[in-house]
């Protein structure tokens, strides 16, 4: 036989999409040839398939031989392919049986020696594998890492040695296996001192899936709160992290198998360019906002940020997802996280402050506000400013707030009345559950149009004043929503309110 047929997976985005590896042996001069749109590290593996079967005491085919990666409009990149090209060649030339290829798809770069190295992207590709009833082959670096998915069937092999003698029926392989999951403590709301507005916004943030600006001078807290957040939020479930570790798979960064069920906090640099916010690259790779899938971004020093890169993030805090487009691809990821944002009031920090020490004009303050548009401040639910702690809330025997998980569970009783009602956080109710879960009397009506007229306010900002107005009647476990729940949310519109006063 000089046909050999071997399963494997690709990578795009997210997905792990099917590649049949197909080797063919015919005579006259020997070369090896692969084809299938691979990039270069693809069509340098026949360099190491060459010395890999070689060291693994297998013939090479002194043959012409023929690799097609199909489908052929798919971009093939990495070491990913190698063991299932090694296997093809071995088939082809009757040094495998080729009937036991059939049941199996196979990962992994393989070294000149034959050992198999670890690749990305392994979880996507072992649920997909588990999709089609196939068994999976992965370097013992991605064990732990395959065993994440549910109703796989996975093994892990040492060398290109191990998998032939198992495919011979010669030995067996060990099956991967999942690593003890690490519940690591997050930091505790009761180490923040004083902020009680602060904290009762992180409070509604958190029950909502509500998105948060901080408004403060420096060392008044902002980062400190931004920290705890996921700590407040619930549990993901077991969907969520899948989806947020099959991110993190494919990021190119790693996967902590012991950590998968965490929710990520994610604070990138203020230098950050667009790309690595929201991903791209000649092959796209995933942004911070898709690594923050299910959980939190936190972005600090906000007016310190290109605008142009803040302004990517417009549309994924509506649609959920960012799609990147290049020219010979197109990738989709998911981006449905929890934004944290936090900025100085003024360039100097210290605007509004009793002590009177900023000394910035109202052009210098209009200017340094301006840096952040107005359409993605509107996007934001809850703005908030926290003024500098007095030093009597600094001393050790201060007293505290509440803890974590005192909150946590006030946050667990409005997300479990949100579910039950529409089955989502209030944050992402459509138009038509608002008109039905979120309505409010005549009075109340009025009362939201002279706020709306006197912080001139978008549609946008209105619908989420209400939102906001929702999530604080169900933390006060209220089945309508009244006149107090409606104007504390109104009240957490203070960028709005400043920006007027500062114009």
Sequence with gaps: ?????????????????????????????????????PEAAVRESKDRVRAAIVCAQYEFPARAI?????????????????????????????????????????LGELGLTGELRAVDGVLPAALEAAREGRRLIVPAGNGAEAALAAHVEA?????????????????????????????ASGPDLADVRGQAQARRALEIA??????????????????????????????????????????????????????????PFRAPHHTA?????????????????????????????LPEWQRHTLDVL????????????????????PARFQLVAAMNPCPCGWAGDPSGRCRCNPDAVRRYRARVSGPLLDRIDLHVEMPRLPSADLRP???????????????????????????????????????????????????????????QLSARSMHRIVRVARTIADLAGSQTIETAHLAEAIGYRRVDRGERQAA
């Design 314 to 333: 417009r549309e994924p805090l509506e649609s959920g997802v960012v799609t990147v487009s290049r020219a010979a691809r197109s990738c989709e990821f």
């Design 66 to 106: 023929t690799v097609n990666l199909a489908p052929a409009d798919l971009p093939k990149d990495g070491g990913r392919f190698d063991l299932a090209i090694a296997l093809g060649i071995l088939a082809a030339s009757g040094q495998v049986p080729l009937e036991t290829l059939a049941g199996y798809e196979f």
């Design 397 to 455: 025997d201060a007293p505290g707030g509440e803890s974590s998980a005192t909150v946590r569970e006030r946050v667990l009783h409005a997300r479990a009345l949100q579910h039950a009602r529409a089955g989502r956080p209030n944050a992402r109710l459509s138009q038509a559950e608002m008109n039905l879960h979120c309505r409010l009397s005549s009075a109340d009506h009025a009362l939201l149009e002279r706020a709306v007229d006197a912080l």
């Design 155 to 183: 093994y892990t092999a040492r060398t290109l040695l191990e998998v032939c003698a198992m495919l011979d029926g010669r030995k067996t392989l060990p099956p991967a296996e999942a690593v003890p999951t690490v519940s």
């Design 206 to 263: 958190a029950a909502g899936d509500h998105h948060l600006l901080l408004v403060g001078p420096p060392g008044c807290g902002k980062t400190l709160l931004a920290s705890r957040l996921p700590g407040l939020l619930p549990d993901a479930s077991e969907d969520e992290a899948l989806e947020t570790a099959a991110i993190a798979s494919v990021s190119g960064r790693g996967l902590d198998p012991a950590r998968w069920r965490e929710r």
């Design 1 to 37: 036989m000089n046909l050999a047929l071997v399963h494997s997976r690709a990578r795009s985005g997210v997905r792990a999409p099917a590649v049949r590896v197909e080797v063919h042996l015919a005579g006259g001069l020997p070369r090896m040839s692969i084809v299938g749109l």
């Design 273 to 301: 360019s667009a790309v690595a916010l929201v991903g791209g690259g000649a092959q796209p790779r995933p942004g911070e906002i898709s690594l923050a899938h299910h959980g939190v971004l936190f972005l600090d020093e």
